[in-house]
Every structure is written in C-alpha cells, then in structure tokens.
C-alpha cells in the first residue's frame, strides 16, 4: 500500500510548453483532488474527482485539465503553462466523498515555468 | 468565496512553551480539520472535529470545534523541536462538500 504518489517531484517548463502531472492512489479511494499551494495562500483546490468518469472545478480551474478514467489515476494537464503556474502541486485522496473520511495528501510536484 | 482566516502568520516560541493557533470563517463549517506540513512533504491530518463543541486530543495537541461552527483552535502543550513546521486549518461545508484551507501557521521552536 503506497498511499498517495505523485511524479514527478520536480519539473521545470518553458512558458508555452505543456505536461502532465500524474497522481496514483491504491487504496480504492473514490475522491480525488488537485491543490497548488502558494507562498501565504495556504493550499487552493484546482479540480476534484467522486469518482471514475466524474470531474468537476475547484477554486482555481483556469489553466489546468483533468481526467478520471479509473478509480486510480488522476492526472493533472496543464496546457500551455504559464509562469503563474509556478508552484507546489498536491494530489489528495479521500475514501469517499461523504461521511467522515478524510483527504490523505501525496508528496507534492514542485513545478517551475520560466 | 468562503474563505479561512488563520492566525497567526508565524510563531517563534522557546522549547516546552505551550502554543495556540486559531482559524475563524464567515461560514459556517460542519466539519474542521488540522493539517501540519513539513518541508518537502505533503499536508498530514493530525485531527478532524465534526460537532460544534468538541474538543479532541491526539498527544500534545487539542483542538476544538467552535459553539457558533465558524471558528477552530488548536493547542500544543510542551512544545518539542520536531513539532516545527506549517499548521493548516481546513473546513468543509457539507459531507460532500469542497475543502477549503487557512493560510497557515509557520511554527518555529527553539531548544
């Protein structure tokens, strides 16, 4: 059981260019979501997932595309990154998205665009 | 937007001082959660609180659920160097509800 991983754990773009940032969980978690955290902004919601074939906006959507095409992976698209995206990105999973289970956090993406 | 008021910024305190942190809302949340950070990892749950009132401890620290569901605190007694890091607040509105984070509490202890 590895809990939460995200890859890669550092990456740099170009303005213009774009990636994706993968997020694996395997804890037959339902609920899936994307943060950035910014220095004094605490940590922003960028896109969720309920489950498989569901996505919907968080906060701070504009920018950044998401899929869920099974229960495991929520990948993260930027894409034509901007050097406002420069940031750390999160990937956190949650059992369900109701009742009282609560959102376990991957290790981060720090991601740089010059 | 909601948004989470989270004070204060940072704290610089001595080993074995006691610390108190607090975040305060214009909603009202039914469910309060405390995250910390550490450098180079992600946010880890230390306490969630899902009635108005509550007050619950793990180790040195306690939180509690504000009587009026718009406001969260948390205590850590004794405090030890390796409790230094980020404290984020987090609160959801509803079960299925959005997370939404404080701006967080940098914590710095000195032996």
């Known amino acids: 059981n590895a809990g939460v991983t995200q890859t890669p754990k550092f990456q740099v773009l170009k303005t213009g260019q774009s990636m994706t940032l993968q997020c694996a969980q395997d804890?037959?978690?339902?609920?899936m979501s994307w943060y950035r955290q910014d220095p004094g902004m605490g940590l922003r919601l960028i896109h969720y997932?309920?489950?498989?074939?569901?996505?919907d906006q968080g906060e701070v959507p504009n920018g950044y595309n998401v899929s869920r095409s099974t229960t495991e992976d929520f990948p993260l698209r930027l894409l034509s990154a901007a050097p406002s995206q420069t940031s750390v990105y999160f990937c956190?999973?949650?059992?369900?998205?109701?009742?009282?289970?609560?959102?376990?956090f991957g290790p981060g993406t720090r991601l740089t665009v010059t | 937007g909601q948004q989470l008021n989270q004070s204060p910024q940072s704290m610089f305190i001595q080993e074995g001082e006691d610390v108190s942190m607090n975040c305060t809302s214009s909603?009202?949340?039914?469910?309060w959660l405390w995250y910390k950070q550490e450098p180079g990892e992600g946010p880890v749950l230390l306490i969630a609180?899902?009635?108005?009132?509550e007050l619950t401890s793990n180790g040195r620290l306690t939180a509690q659920f504000g009587i009026t569901r718009k406001d969260s605190f948390l205590n850590i007694s004794a405090s030890i160097p390796s409790d230094v890091g980020i404290y984020f607040c987090?609160?959801?509105?509803?079960?299925?509800?959005?997370?939404?984070f404080g701006q967080g509490t940098t914590l710095q202890v000195k032996p």
């Open positions: 987090a609160g959801r509105t509803s079960n299925t509800g959005k997370l939404i």
């Open positions: 609180l899902y009635k108005a009132g």
């Open positions: 997932s309920v489950g498989a074939g569901i996505t």
């Open positions: 909603s009202i949340f039914n469910t």
């Open positions: 804890m037959n978690h339902e609920y």
């Open positions: 956190a999973s949650r059992l369900r998205p109701s009742g009282g289970y609560e959102q376990y």
